[in-house]
T-cell receptor, first 109, second 114 residues
Framework: GIQVEQSPPDLILQEGANSTLRCNFS?????LQWFHQNPWGQLINLFY???GTKQNGRLSATTVATERYSLLYISSSQTTDSGVYFC???????????FGTGTRLQVTL | NAGVMQNPRHLVRRRGQEARLRCSPM?????VYWYRQLPEEGLKFMVY????????ESGMPKERFSAEFPKEGPSILRIQQVVRGDSAAYFC????????????FGQGTRLTVV
């Protein structure tokens, strides 16, 4: 099956800093989503982005499907950005979202 | 417009008991997925269902676990004779058309086996 690797695995930022999270996948995908799992365990949809670039406030994402990666940018980070960020992909041959390994982000004052 | 609803949010069971987890998909969604998350780990696929059909159960343990999505009512994930290793967060997601549209997750059920 498809392999989905995220980097870095852990990240500590001071409030106000910017960061880039990466998601690499081993096969062609039809769909890619980014999620934020907050410290209470809730999964929050950030982006549905099979290709191209999208922006939502301080967050933006870019997927380059032909090169099999996606990037999530967080600007001017806030403590509420803390948690785990997952990317998840659909392939044409599988009927499910396969999750990446996650990036654990901690934003400190 | 209610999202994906899961209940209960927290469930405590003694070893050997049965656990029933419920998931009501978003309105208009007919595809349901169950995932399990062990502490400090990622989400692992368990099963994918459409109304009255199991489409993909490749992630389901062979014994004690079953899932259904009846014509009427929520999807149910059933775990019989629970063991301590079943303690985890169980998430349900729904979508309108798999692969082409966004999937949304419920808040999860945290199962603790004592």
């Amino acid at each position: 099956g498809i392999q989905v690797e995220q980097s870095p695995p852990d990240l500590i930022l001071q409030e106000g800093a910017n960061s880039t999270l990466r998601c690499n996948f081993s096969d062609s995908v039809n769909n890619l989503q980014w999620f934020h799992q907050n410290p209470w365990g809730q999964l929050i949809n950030l982006f549905y982005i099979p290709s191209g670039t999208k922006q939502n406030g301080r967050l933006s994402a870019t997927t380059v499907a032909t090169e099999r990666y996606s990037l999530l940018y967080i600007s001017s980070s806030q403590t509420t950005d803390s948690g785990v960020y997952f990317c998840a992909v659909y392939t044409g041959t599988a009927s499910k979202l396969t999750f990446g390994t996650g990036t654990r982000l901690q934003v400190t004052l | 417009n209610a999202g994906v609803m899961q209940n209960p949010r927290h469930l405590v069971r003694r070893r050997g008991q049965e656990a029933r987890l419920r998931c009501s998909p978003m309105k208009g969604h007919s595809h349901v997925y169950w995932y399990r998350q062990l502490p400090e780990e990622g989400l692992k696929f368990m099963v994918y269902l459409q109304k009255e059909n199991i489409i993909d159960e490749s992630g389901m343990p062979k014994e004690r676990f079953s899932a259904e999505f009846p014509k009427e009512g929520p999807s149910i994930l059933r775990i019989q004779q629970v063991v301590r290793g079943d303690s985890a967060a169980y998430f349900c997601a729904s979508s309108n058309h798999p692969g082409d549209t966004e999937a949304f997750f419920g808040q999860g059920t945290r199962l603790t086996v004592v």
